[in-house]
């Protein structure tokens, strides 16, 4: 888990580095983007934003296990909390349990790359029309996380599903279009209803 701290003074948690980040996307087809991102001179916090808004939509998925120590988005030190789903207790992948002290590298690759979509297009978390918010049931084997409309959507749910999917409540050693994107009413939407601000200039 990092942190990053905006020119507000707020700090937040988050999966993952900017640095690591970097160095990731560096080899993604979302390079570009995210470089330009990264370096523009008119707001400089936008990669910053990208990821805080990611690890808290991925925080939004059931996954396997518990959190290893109850979740407080607050950073307080001192507390006997964590501010992120993760680390868990309780994650099995491939007959393996997970330690209860590690972050998957999965679950940052997967925030790295939702930062950068986020970055290119912002349409798949901010709902443009009742079309863009998709609701996933509990008994679904697969993660749809937008509007289907989108193509960028598409593609992400697809590298999404392969990156998280054993780790997912119900999900599957094998990965691809394993486990339920859910959230702990059992349904999963982006937008206004997962709880979390996903607008306002990213």
């Known amino acids: 888990m990092g942190t990053v701290t905006l020119a507000n003074g707020k700090t937040y948690a988050v999966y993952g580095t900017l640095d690591d980040a970097d160095a990731y996307l560096a080899g993604s ?13 008119s707001d400089d916090e936008r ?23 109850p979740v407080d988005p607050r950073i307080i030190p001192g507390t006997v909390t964590q501010p992120l789903a993760w680390p868990r207790t309780g994650v099995v992948i491939n007959g393996v349990e997970v330690a209860s002290n590690v972050i ?27 079309s863009n918010v998709k609701r996933v049931q509990a008994d679904t084997a697969q993660i749809e996380f937008f509007g289907p409309q989108s193509a960028t959507a598409t593609e992400l749910s ?11 409540a119900g999900g599957s050693d094998l990965g691809g279009d394993a486990g339920e994107a859910v959230g702990n009413d059992g349904v999963f939407a982006f937008g206004d209803e997962s709880g979390y601000p996903v607008s306002g200039g990213l």
């Open 29 to 41: 087809p979302y390079a570009l983007d995210w470089d330009a991102a990264r370096n523009d001179a």
């Open 47 to 69: 990669g910053e934003r990208a990821l805080i808004t990611a690890s808290r939509l991925l925080d939004s998925l059931s996954w396997q296990g518990t959190s290893t120590l």
């Open 104 to 130: 998957p590298f999965a679950v940052e690759y997967a925030a790295y790359t939702l930062a950068a979509v986020i970055i290119e297009d912002q349409s798949v978390v901010i709902p443009t029309g009742a």
């Open 158 to 168: 697809a590298m999404i599903n392969f990156l998280l999917g054993p780790y997912l």
